[in-house]
């Protein structure tokens, strides 16, 4: 039986690999749409932020599923 901790709520959304990239590229150049400054920099640490979760297996684990390959 799988560790309590490790189980999402059902209606947590799973993604693949390849969706992950998708919206830390879309938060990347929606970043860059903003001039220098706070704003534009908190949406910039949200993609340092995800790139961090990306390397952590056991986050992917939980929130991630396989690609069907298409």
């Known amino acids: 039986m799988p560790s309590v901790a490790r189980e999402l709520p059902r209606d947590q959304p799973r993604y693949t690999m390849a969706e ?13 749409s903003f001039p220098p ?6 949406h910039r640490q949200l993609a ?13 684990d939980i929130h991630t599923v396989e690609d069907s390959g298409g």
């Open 20 to 32: 992950l990239r998708v919206i830390r590229r879309d938060v990347i150049l929606y970043a860059r």
């Open 37 to 42: 400054g706070f704003e534009r920099n908190q």
């Open 48 to 60: 340092l932020s995800l790139r961090t979760l990306f390397e952590n297996k056991g986050w992917l």
